[in-house]
């Protein structure tokens, strides 16, 4: 039987219960959860999601098992380390205050009752299954309090109630820590309550006073901190009949006060409502109880003695909860009246007859006492809120002590009558109507008593929070499902479209070019991104998730399809460019033809096929084969991303069978060419698609981050792409000779089945061992070396120079300390100067005399060569050998150029030094002559001679050294030339050309038809001495033009040509005609001065006069004398008359007006010309009668027929 009632506690238990059923739940989610479809998803479809959802569940589960037992750990320790620091002073000598040895004491019975509480756990009266699934912890059951005066009977009505102690073999049967007077309070374990027996003087605080409150205080802090929400389900309190009947009216009413007081308390302090039961003890002290009630059975014994209020809800405040009292015990009254009878009948013994006929009186003699009591312990004015008064019970537990008969005590105390009553025979053992009292009435009313408010409050607030948080979940988790589903579909659309897009460009390929590979960059770009959605990067967000994401699904079936093109599609196409590669390699060149035909019998020999060096060869072909444009545009990088994806970690075998043809040509191809060429051609493919080889050598990596702003590439390739790390100082010292006889082996096996020979014949590895053929290889490396570095070199150019302002920057630039060409020309000198080995950069010092010493003798061979020449005949010079080392012969010597440069001959700067610092002093001449182009257009006159010798500079030094000298100096002179022009013309234009052309465009005597007039105040402000035109030739342009001839020329500008056209020139020429002619004194108003001699007059005039502003000639047929006049007058009248007088007396004459007004009368005149330049005839026609005049000007140029004035235009630019 223990054994089966072990198993069935192993089995019928929680955790093995909760167990079976999350593993049951677990093959539900396993079996029947890829059944579950919700349009269009299976969300449980995937073994994964499936594991994840019932991990999901056993980790709640072992997490909630995990909080439950931290819970009560932390309760327990909460208490228990509550229970160690109140206690932890006990030891101490200080005297405890008033109550607090109570305290202790009664926490360490809450500590001894903690313990056994949670060990222990009681079931019901059921038995079987049900009873171990209706058992509950002791925290779960009812808690009552029972409160009493010292000796009320509390503990003996517990001790004879009949109730099941489950604890009775461990404690004994009673509570925990004694029975019979209790002393602080005793713990009754029942299997469906807790009963608390506090001391009587808990109540009463008639022991000491202090001494007691404290202790009672303590006990209700007690219960509240352990059982905060409900402390207790119920309070008893005990009368005893003694203390009713011995006691005073006084002293009961003290008594009742004190319980009423009691209850006070802890409605104030548990802040609950619960219901009070009183028990009226000791029943048996009632004169004739043992005689009327002794003879009764267990059963009935275990009846209710008392009465029980109906319950109401809602009781008003002021109500009396006794006021059913006197009726109830009247009904009890009867009750006993009735069961009188029987009870006489029954008893033989008279004495005993009369003692039970005295009962009902002695019993109703009780009733007023009781009901006085329980009036003033329930006063309503002592409660804040009024406790559930629910009953009235007579109870007894054990029958001792002398019987109270009030009746015969009030006869002998009338008659004097002597005689004592017999003290009655104890009975014990036997309990009256207390058992159905406890598990019938109390018990069944547990949940009447309410909750701590406080506590409610927070725990409704608790669970609010906690259903609203579960109700968001439900709510998010819907949303989120819901935008995950849209999502996903969103994403399927897209999918769905692309894959049109992409079905399209499959069958437009099918008819395109098959070995256009280039073509199909665009179809494999959009199968790769097929799964790639426009709507978020990088992974999918957080919202397309939630068990519904499609896209690690549609990814492997993109991938799929994307390795299906490539491999159906694409590389066919690459197996024809391989065929067409080796189809279209000559004996010329043996590596690509080896390359080739290796390449193209791995493709085709799953054995024999090596992804590094398929992809290599076909690397090498399209760069080859690809334009610039393409490179720089990422066709280059596309095309290698796609190849990587075809053969990385997987062997490409190509479907088209072996052109055997083709290669047996190539092969006896090969075998033609001599062994160091196909040794050489060999290795440099393994070093170059090898991982030891050093990083590629570029502009941009020996010359820093401002390579960009100094050099560009005449190829146009960027400045990243340079030459391969193989051929540089440490590819070849530290890769190249030290992989040499490492890598021969690996050819020596490699040879055979690409070439096809047999296994008698030597191998090239073989050969390569050997001095003369390792001498051959080495020559080709260092040759291709040299090559490289010869088009490399030629191939680095400047960058454009496109404003004086980049000029200025540019050099300075290229000659800052420790600049980006500095760099690049020290970087050029150390990776092609081979014969210095790495262990002499450890000697710091002999580095420079070394470096010379190579020089000279690298100059003693260059004469060695060219006298063997010339005499036909081998020449040593002082025992040296044409090829002392292969290094200095091929690649040092030839780049001997860039090692002086960077090379110190001692103490001094470098060559390269001393050359950079001419740049340096025409960074500082270029920007100081931006700056005077930009404020006055001159040149500065130390620049010309600046800029010669950048370009005899240039001269000296090799590429691309000398190309950047020469655009520096180039680019300088033609910006400063330009600059100059649109400087000065801009300047001319805004002085000049605005106001000349508002000044005298359209005017006379510029323009000989014009009505208007130039007015003199412009005239001379254009023309004068010092006048716009004068002063901006003086102070701009005279420096810069050559007026020695008779046309005014530019000087040619440090660019070589002219600064400024001849046009504008001219003008300035004309102006100064201009001036010479109207402004001879340097007077600031134009004049001219002139001599008028009349010569011819018609008989018919009588008299002329010409009146010229004030100057008059009056000539009247006698002597010829000339007038000199003056252009203006002294008059200021700006008129001009030619009057006549005939010879009948009539007037008639010419009259002009004006600033011009001399030169309007000479317009109407027919002008000859005379014997001198300065002389001319004026023939006058007025009314048909002729009069001329001499007229001797001041100047060779006639100011009436200036051809200056005549062709003049504004100038406006150079």
Same mark, same amino acid.
């Given at each position: 039987?223990?054994?089966?009632?072990?198993?069935?506690?192993?089995?019928?238990?929680?955790?093995?219960?909760?167990?079976?059923?999350?593993?049951?739940?677990?093959?539900?989610?396993?079996?029947?959860?890829?059944? %579950?479809?919700?349009?269009?998803?299976?969300?449980?479809?995937?073994?994964?999601?499936?594991? @994840?959802?019932?991990?999901?569940?056993? *980790?709640?589960?072992?997490?909630?098992?995990?909080?439950?037992?931290?819970? !009560?750990?932390?309760?327990?320790?909460?208490?228990?380390?509550?229970?160690?620091?109140?206690?932890?002073?006990?030891?101490?000598?200080?005297?405890?205050?008033?109550?607090?040895?109570?305290?202790?004491?009664?926490?360490?019975?809450?500590?001894?009752?903690?313990?056994?509480?949670?060990?222990?756990?009681?079931?019901?009266?059921?038995?079987?299954?049900?009873?171990?699934?209706?058992?509950?912890? &002791?925290?779960?059951?009812?808690?009552?309090?029972?409160?009493?005066?010292?000796?009320?009977?509390?503990?003996?009505?517990?001790?004879?109630?009949?109730?099941?102690?489950?604890?009775?073999?461990?404690?004994?049967?009673?509570?925990?820590?004694?029975?019979?007077?209790?002393?602080?309070?005793?713990?009754?374990?029942?299997?469906?309550?807790?009963?608390?027996?506090?001391?009587?003087?808990?109540?009463?605080?008639?022991?000491?006073?202090?001494?007691?409150?404290?202790?009672?205080?303590?006990?209700?802090?007690?219960?509240?901190?352990?059982?905060?929400?409900?402390?207790?389900?119920?309070?008893?309190?005990?009368?005893?009949?003694?203390?009713?009947?011995?006691?005073?009216?006084?002293?009961?009413?003290?008594?009742?006060?004190?319980?009423? !007081?009691?209850?006070?308390?802890?409605?104030?302090?548990?802040?609950?409502?619960?219901?009070?039961?009183?028990?009226?003890?000791?029943?048996?002290?009632?004169?004739?109880?043992?005689?009327?009630?002794?003879?009764?059975?267990?059963?009935?014994?275990?009846?209710?003695?008392?009465?029980?209020?109906?319950?109401?809800?809602?009781?008003?405040?002021?109500?009396?909860?006794?006021?059913?009292?006197?009726?109830?015990?009247? !009904?009890? %009254?009867?009750?006993?009246?009735?069961?009188?009878?029987?009870?006489?009948?029954?008893?033989?013994?008279?004495?005993?007859?009369?003692?039970?006929?005295?009962?009902?009186?002695?019993?109703?003699?009780?009733?007023?006492? &009781?009901?006085?009591?329980?009036?003033?312990?329930?006063?309503?004015?002592?409660?804040?809120?009024?406790?559930?008064?629910? #009953?009235?019970?007579?109870?007894?537990?054990?029958?001792?002590?002398?019987?109270?008969?009030?009746?015969?005590?009030?006869?002998?105390?009338?008659?004097?009558?002597?005689?004592?009553?017999?003290?009655?025979?104890?009975?014990? +053992?036997?309990?009256?109507?207390?058992?159905?009292?406890?598990? +019938?009435?109390?018990?069944?009313?547990?949940?009447?008593?309410?909750?701590?408010?406080?506590?409610?409050?927070?725990?409704?607030?608790?669970?609010?929070?906690?259903?609203?948080?579960?109700?968001?979940?439900?709510?998010?988790?819907?949303?989120?499902?819901?935008?995950?589903?849209?999502?996903?579909?969103?994403?399927?659309?897209?999918?769905?479209?692309?894959?049109?897009?992409?079905?399209?460009?499959?069958?437009?390929?099918?008819?395109?070019?098959?070995?256009?590979?280039?073509?199909?960059?665009?179809?494999?770009?959009?199968?790769?991104?097929?799964?790639?959605?426009?709507?978020?990067?990088?992974?999918?967000?957080?919202?397309?998730?939630?068990?519904?994401?499609?896209?690690?699904?549609?990814?492997?079936?993109?991938?799929?399809?994307?390795?299906?093109?490539?491999?159906?599609?694409?590389?066919?196409?690459?197996?024809?460019?391989?065929?067409?590669?080796?189809?279209?390699?000559?004996?010329?060149?043996?590596?690509?033809?080896?390359?080739?035909?290796?390449?193209?019998?791995?493709?085709?020999?799953?054995?024999?096929?090596?992804?590094? *060096?398929?992809?290599?060869?076909?690397?090498?072909?399209?760069?080859?084969?690809?334009?610039?444009?393409?490179?720089?545009?990422? %066709?280059?990088?596309?095309?290698?991303?796609?190849?990587? =994806?075809?053969?990385?970690?997987?062997?490409?075998?190509?479907?088209?069978?072996?052109?055997?043809?083709?290669?047996?040509?190539?092969?006896?191809?090969?075998?033609?060419?001599?062994?160091?060429?196909?040794?050489?051609?060999?290795?440099?493919?393994?070093?170059?698609?090898?991982?030891?080889?050093?990083?590629?050598?570029?502009?941009?990596?020996?010359?820093?981050?401002?390579? /960009?702003?100094?050099?560009?590439?005449?190829?146009?390739? /960027?400045?990243?792409? #340079?030459?391969?790390?193989?051929?540089?100082?440490?590819?070849?010292?530290?890769?190249?000779?030290?992989?040499?006889?490492?890598?021969?082996?690996?050819?020596?096996?490699?040879? #055979?089945?690409?070439?096809?020979?047999?296994?008698?014949?030597?191998?090239?590895?073989?050969?390569?061992?050997?001095?003369?053929?390792?001498?051959?290889?080495?020559?080709?490396?260092?040759?291709?070396?040299?090559?490289?570095?010869?088009?490399?070199?030629?191939?680095?150019?400047?960058?454009?120079?496109?404003?004086?302002?980049?000029?200025?920057?540019?050099?300075?630039?290229?000659?800052?300390?420790?600049?980006?060409?500095?760099?690049?020309?020290?970087?050029?000198?150390?990776?092609?100067?081979?014969?210095?080995?790495?262990?002499?950069?450890?000697?710091?010092?002999?580095?420079?005399?070394?470096?010379?010493?190579?020089?000279?003798?690298?100059?003693?061979?260059?004469?060695?060569?060219?006298?063997?020449?010339?005499?036909?005949?081998?020449?040593?010079?002082?025992?040296?050998?044409?090829?002392?080392?292969?290094?200095?012969?091929?690649?040092?010597?030839?780049?001997?150029?860039?090692?002086?440069?960077?090379?110190?001959?001692?103490?001094?700067?470098?060559?390269? *030094?001393?050359?950079?610092?001419?740049?340096?002093?025409?960074?500082?001449?270029?920007?100081?002559?931006?700056?005077?182009?930009?404020?006055?257009?001159?040149?500065?006159?130390?620049?010309?001679?600046?800029?010669?010798?950048?370009?005899?500079?240039?001269?000296?030094?090799?590429?691309?050294?000398?190309?950047?000298?020469?655009?520096?100096?180039?680019?300088?002179?033609?910006?400063?030339?330009?600059?100059?022009?649109?400087?000065?013309?801009?300047?001319?234009?805004?002085?000049?050309?605005?106001?000349?052309?508002?000044?005298?465009?359209?005017?006379? /005597?510029?323009?000989?038809?014009?009505?208007?007039?130039?007015?003199?105040?412009?005239?001379?402000?254009?023309?004068?001495?010092?006048?716009?035109?004068?002063?901006?030739?003086?102070?701009?342009?005279?420096?810069?033009?050559?007026?020695?001839?008779?046309?005014?020329?530019?000087?040619?500008?440090?660019?070589?040509?002219?600064?400024?056209?001849?046009?504008?020139?001219?003008?300035?020429?004309?102006?100064?005609?201009? =001036?010479?002619?109207?402004?001879?004194?340097?007077?600031?108003?134009?004049?001219?001065?002139?001599?008028?001699?009349?010569?011819?007059?018609?008989?018919?005039?009588?008299?002329?006069?010409?009146?010229?502003?004030?100057?008059?000639?009056?000539?009247?047929?006698?002597?010829?004398?000339?007038?000199?006049?003056?252009?203006?007058?002294?008059?200021?009248?700006?008129?001009?008359?030619?009057?006549? *007088?005939?010879?009948?007396?009539?007037?008639?004459?010419?009259?002009?007006?004006?600033?011009?007004?001399?030169?309007?009368?000479?317009?109407? @005149?027919?002008?000859?010309?005379?014997?001198?330049?300065?002389?001319?005839?004026?023939?006058?026609?007025?009314?048909?009668?002729?009069?001329?005049?001499?007229?001797?000007?001041?100047?060779?140029?006639?100011?009436?027929?200036?051809?200056?004035?005549?062709?003049?235009?504004? /100038?406006?630019?150079?």
């Amino acid at each position: 039987m223990s054994m089966l009632r072990l198993m069935a506690a192993l089995l019928f238990n929680r955790f093995t219960l909760a167990f079976i059923g999350l593993v049951l739940l677990s093959l539900v989610i396993w079996f029947i959860g890829p059944l %579950v479809y919700i349009k269009p998803y299976q969300p449980l479809e995937s073994e994964n999601v499936r594991w @994840a959802l019932i991990a999901a569940l056993f *980790t709640i589960w072992v997490i909630k098992l995990l909080f439950h037992w931290w819970r !009560a750990k932390r309760m327990n320790d909460k208490l228990m380390g509550q229970i160690a620091r109140i206690t932890a002073g006990r030891d101490t000598p200080q005297e405890l205050a008033p109550g607090q040895e109570e305290v202790t004491e009664l926490e360490g019975r809450f500590k001894e009752a903690v313990e056994v509480l949670s060990k222990t756990r009681f079931g019901t009266t059921e038995s079987g299954l049900l009873g171990r699934f209706t058992k509950r912890y &002791v925290y779960q059951l009812p808690w009552y309090l029972i409160i009493g005066s010292p000796g009320s009977g509390k503990t003996t009505a517990l001790a004879n109630s009949g109730l099941d102690f489950p604890l009775a073999e461990q404690f004994g049967k009673g509570s925990i820590r004694g029975v019979g007077g209790t002393r602080n309070c005793d713990w009754w374990f029942t299997d469906q309550a807790v009963l608390l027996d506090t001391a009587g003087r808990y109540t009463t605080h008639d022991s000491d006073v202090v001494q007691d409150k404290a202790a009672w205080s303590g006990f209700l802090q007690l219960l509240k901190r352990f059982r905060g929400r409900q402390p207790i389900n119920g309070v008893i309190v005990t009368l005893s009949v003694q203390e009713l009947l011995s006691s005073t009216e006084a002293e009961r009413a003290r008594l009742a006060k004190t319980i009423g !007081a009691r209850l006070g308390e802890l409605c104030d302090e548990l802040a609950i409502k619960f219901p009070v039961y009183v028990l009226i003890t000791k029943a048996d002290l009632l004169a004739g109880f043992n005689e009327f009630f002794g003879q009764m059975t267990r059963d009935e014994r275990a009846q209710v003695w008392g009465f029980t209020q109906q319950y109401r809800e809602n009781v008003p405040s002021n109500d009396d909860p006794t006021a059913q009292f006197t009726a109830e015990f009247d !009904a009890l %009254v009867a009750q006993i009246n009735r069961l009188l009878p029987h009870r006489l009948l029954a008893e033989p013994d008279l004495a005993r007859r009369g003692l039970i006929y005295g009962l009902p009186q002695q019993f109703v003699g009780l009733r007023e006492l &009781v009901h006085q009591t329980l009036q003033e312990a329930f006063s309503s004015s002592r409660f804040k809120e009024k406790p559930l008064f629910r #009953g009235v019970y007579f109870t007894s537990g054990t029958q001792e002590g002398m019987p109270f008969d009030r009746v015969l005590s009030a006869l002998k105390r009338r008659f004097a009558i002597a005689t004592p009553l017999k003290p009655g025979t104890g009975q014990q +053992g036997k309990s009256f109507f207390i058992e159905t009292l406890f598990k +019938g009435v109390m018990f069944n009313e547990a949940g009447l008593t309410g909750r701590n408010a406080k506590k409610e409050r927070q725990l409704r607030l608790l669970q609010a929070g906690g259903l609203i948080g579960l109700a968001l979940a439900l709510s998010g988790a819907a949303l989120a499902w819901g935008i995950s589903h849209q999502n996903n579909l969103g994403y399927l659309e897209e999918v769905k479209t692309s894959v049109g897009t992409l079905r399209q460009a499959v069958e437009e390929a099918k008819t395109g070019d098959p070995e256009n590979v280039v073509a199909l960059l665009p179809m494999l770009d959009h199968a790769e991104s097929l799964a790639v959605s426009e709507r978020y990067t990088g992974s999918p967000p957080l919202s397309w998730r939630w068990g519904l994401l499609q896209v690690p699904k549609v990814e492997t079936a993109a991938d799929t399809t994307y390795l299906r093109l490539l491999e159906d599609a694409w590389l066919p196409g690459i197996v024809r460019q391989l065929r067409r590669s080796l189809q279209q390699t000559s004996t010329s060149n043996p590596e690509a033809s080896y390359e080739a035909l290796k390449a193209y019998l791995m493709i085709h020999d799953s054995d024999r096929f090596d992804a590094r *060096t398929v992809k290599a060869w076909i690397r090498h072909e399209w760069d080859a084969s690809l334009t610039p444009q393409l490179l720089q545009a990422g %066709v280059g990088d596309r095309l290698s991303h796609h190849l990587d =994806r075809l053969m990385d970690e997987r062997v490409v075998i190509s479907s088209t069978p072996v052109d055997t043809a083709l290669v047996a040509e190539v092969r006896q191809r090969l075998a033609q060419m001599s062994p160091a060429q196909r040794a050489y051609s060999r290795l440099k493919q393994l070093l170059i698609t090898g991982n030891s080889l050093p990083a590629d050598f570029s502009v941009v990596r020996a010359s820093g981050p401002e390579a /960009p702003q100094v050099f560009s590439r005449r190829s146009g390739r /960027p400045l990243t792409q #340079g030459i391969s790390g193989l051929f540089t100082y440490d590819g070849y010292h530290g890769v190249f000779l030290h992989e040499l006889p490492k890598v021969t082996t690996l050819l020596s096996k490699e040879e #055979g089945w690409v070439l096809g020979q047999a296994d008698g014949k030597r191998s090239t590895a073989q050969e390569v061992l050997t001095g003369q053929v390792a001498n051959e290889v080495k020559r080709l490396y260092l040759m291709e070396y040299a090559k490289l570095w010869e088009d490399y070199l030629a191939d680095v150019r400047p960058t454009r120079i496109g404003s004086l302002d980049q000029a200025g920057e540019q050099a300075r630039l290229y000659s800052s300390a420790n600049s980006s060409l500095e760099q690049f020309i020290r970087a050029v000198a150390k990776e092609t100067t081979l014969a210095r080995r790495p262990d002499a950069d450890a000697d710091s010092s002999g580095a420079s005399t070394s470096s010379w010493l190579g020089d000279k003798l690298n100059r003693i061979r260059e004469e060695q060569r060219q006298l063997s020449r010339l005499t036909g005949k081998q020449v040593n010079v002082g025992g040296l050998t044409p090829s002392g080392t292969l290094e200095a012969d091929i690649v040092d010597f030839r780049f001997r150029e860039y090692r002086r440069l960077a090379t110190s001959n001692g103490s001094g700067p470098s060559p390269l *030094t001393q050359s950079l610092q001419v740049l340096n002093e025409a960074s500082a001449v270029i920007a100081s002559a931006r700056q005077q182009v930009k404020s006055g257009g001159t040149i500065p006159p130390t620049l010309s001679s600046t800029l010669e010798r950048v370009r005899a500079e240039a001269k000296r030094l090799p590429p691309p050294l000398n190309l950047m000298y020469t655009d520096l100096a180039e680019a300088t002179s033609t910006l400063v030339g330009r600059d100059v022009r649109s400087t000065i013309g801009g300047n001319l234009n805004a002085t000049i050309g605005d106001f000349c052309r508002r000044a005298v465009l359209g005017r006379y /005597p510029f323009t000989r038809s014009a009505g208007r007039d130039v007015t003199a105040d412009d005239f001379a402000k254009l023309f004068a001495m010092g006048g716009v035109m004068d002063d901006f030739f003086r102070s701009t342009l005279q420096p810069m033009v050559d007026i020695s001839a008779s046309t005014w020329t530019f000087k040619q500008g440090v660019d070589g040509t002219p600064v400024g056209g001849s046009a504008s020139l001219a003008s300035f020429q004309k102006a100064a005609t201009i =001036r010479d002619v109207y402004f001879r004194a340097g007077g600031k108003a134009p004049g001219i001065r002139l001599d008028i001699k009349p010569i011819e007059m018609d008989a018919a005039i009588s008299q002329m006069v010409l009146d010229v502003d004030g100057d008059v000639l009056r000539y009247q047929h006698g002597p010829q004398i000339p007038k000199s006049m003056n252009w203006p007058g002294t008059r200021g009248t700006g008129q001009v008359r030619l009057q006549i *007088t005939s010879t009948n007396g009539e007037n008639s004459g010419l009259v002009t007006e004006g600033p011009w007004a001399l030169h309007r009368l000479f317009d109407r @005149a027919q002008l000859l010309p005379g014997n001198a330049p300065e002389k001319f005839s004026a023939i006058f026609n007025v009314d048909g009668r002729r009069v001329r005049f001499e007229v001797t000007t001041s100047s060779v140029f006639n100011p009436f027929r200036l051809k200056a004035m005549e062709e003049f235009e504004c /100038p406006s630019n150079l």
